[in-house]
Nanobody
Framework: QVQLVEAGGGVVQPGGARRRACTASGCTVSSQIMSWYRQGPGKERELVARINASGGNTNYADSVKDRFTISRDNAKNTMYLQMNSLKPEDSAVYYC???????WGQGTQVPVSS
């Protein structure tokens, strides 16, 4: 069983930036695909970004492409999401996900508001 612990939420102003981190414990995730999801108010949970085991292949939702960057440090068993040029519509609860283990992080609210 793998536990995913997230860090790096909090209010940010439009145009600002925020970095999320997701650290796994209980099992190594270095050989597994990892991903970030988000769920805005009244919306379904959606895939934001996905990264393969080596970090050499990434995919993004069209709405965040060129603004968000997913990365990972396998030595630290940690995945990151750098969010730049944030917009109010990016306001959501963000979750990290390890599909192989069917595990989710606890979710952290990232409100984008002036």
């Amino acid at each position: 069983q793998v536990q995913l612990v997230e860090a790096g939420g909090g209010v940010v102003q439009p145009g600002g930036a925020r970095r999320r981190a997701c650290t796994a414990s209980g099992c190594t995730v270095s050989s597994q695909i990892m991903s970030w999801y988000r769920q805005g108010p009244g919306k379904e949970r959606e895939l934001v970004a996905r990264i393969n085991a080596s970090g050499g292949n990434t995919n993004y939702a069209d709405s965040v492409k060129d603004r968000f960057t997913i990365s990972r440090d396998n030595a630290k068993n940690t995945m990151y999401l750098q969010m730049n040029s944030l917009k109010p519509e990016d306001s959501a609860v963000y979750y990290c996900h390890a599909p192989w283990f069917a595990s989710w992080g606890q979710g952290t609210q990232v409100p984008v508001s002036s």
